[in-house]
């Protein structure tokens, strides 16, 4: 639970029973790191779902004798009668952790921050507070691209400015405000910018506090967490936010806008990668020997220069109303996509360019979080992971520098290479024939492309996304990446077990799609 931080070390009272690797003399643990006490709860994805006692069984039927209404309700000697029955002889279950065994286990470990891990998330990290803590400082800070400020007080008479109603030092006591005098001034904005047709303001809304999530490349490998586990993932959730649901419209807009971003890398989804790969053989087979570097945005979110955001869908948006476009049509569903033009007249409200681009403005500078003491931060440097706009704003920029970078080469040039990129996941391929110099084109792209802070770092070479790559005659040949290899073990845990009390359907879907059929 990393919504309440503790600050008390229960770290030797807990190494008296469990053994885990400790950095500094603090716990710092993955689940595999379990080989013996625990191990039976932690060495499963988080993802299960526990078998159920007897205990529980009375449990939920007690609750449910609560619930009945009086004209129902038996006497208690009655219903434990009827529970008795109801409940029967437990059969033998497979053997798979119960709920005491999890409740168990969490009882001993009270006291450490347990949490999902950044890109294996059904595998937790146990961690202690003091850890956790020092991780958090180095993340949300001033040298992160954050800084301190206080509200001032509100009152009828107060003005929008440019300046806001906060400031990076405190106010005289007369003028000290709350968090809630920044959300009375964030309502007037609302008001006078006429959001409030699209989504309604949350009086009742405020700060969310971060937190941190821990890289699985840093910190499975004992070595290498030694010496990285600070570098986590910063994630500033905007759940309580006054204008979340205006959020969520503007942010669902930007991400259809960035999707038909033209002359760009962008690969819109996983199942995009077959013709990807096929297009690289077309294009670069017959022209020379191919090969290719795969590449990380390093730091995308929280690196991203505010300056290029702003251009970038700027020019998006004039493209757009070149092409005769006024705005986006948003659904209510949120699985219904969004559209330029509609027939539809009911359930998808409009929202003109120019108002998702002052909501967007608004959300890139008027990014707060609260720490452990309730005081407030602003973010100002790059862009939060957990806002609603982050995915379309970091896909839109980015292409937006694609494009001002394929427009400075020429046309041969740009028919010796493929380039695609996955959020912040680069694949570049290239075509060595002696004609073009492929190692400066690489170093071009390395260095020019994307703006400063940004920058390409390598990645694991053979696994892009979902598919492992290699290379068989000059032709790109590609499969679904699996990490777990058999009787090894795990390396990336996604899946319930069979044995889990998760829902029948679920596991028919799962064992579905794990079928083979032996014939072909």
Known sequence: NTSQCPKICPCKRIAKKIDLPMIDGHIMSIGR???KYGSNVMQRAACNVPQQTTWDAWRSLDSVHKQLPKFLKPDAATWKDISTRSIGKRTCAPPFPTTKDVYT???ELDGLVIGP??????ELSVVCPILYQQAFDGLYSETAGYKKIYPKKFTRTTRITRQGNVRDAPWPEKWAGTHKDLVKYWRKIYMEKQWHKYASFDNRGGFNRPYVLFKAKNITDLATRREKWRKGRPITPQTKHPMRRLFHMSGKAWHHIAMHSSDSLIIKHG??????????NQKLGAKGDITWENMDIEGCFPNMPKEPVQL???DQ???LKRKGYEGVYVPKKDKTPCEFTTKKRKGITFMP???LMEIMEFALHNTMIKDWNDNLWLQVQGIPMGDPHSPGITIGTCAWMEKEWLNTLEQEVRDSFVARRYMDDVIFFVAKNGEIDCDKLMNNFREECYWKPLSLTPAEQHVYLETELFKKDNTIVHSMKNNNKRDQEYKVWRYAHYYSATSYQYKKQLVKASYVDKAS
């Open 312 to 314: 970038g869908l700027r």
């Open 33 to 35: 790191d379990f080989t």
């Open 317 to 319: 948006i004039n493209a």
């Open 271 to 280: 199942g995009d990668l077959p013709k990807m790969y096929e297009h690289v």
């Open 105 to 107: 286990l969490r009882k």
């Open 353 to 355: 360019f120019e108002t």
């Open 117 to 122: 891990i950044d890109k294996n998330n059904h």
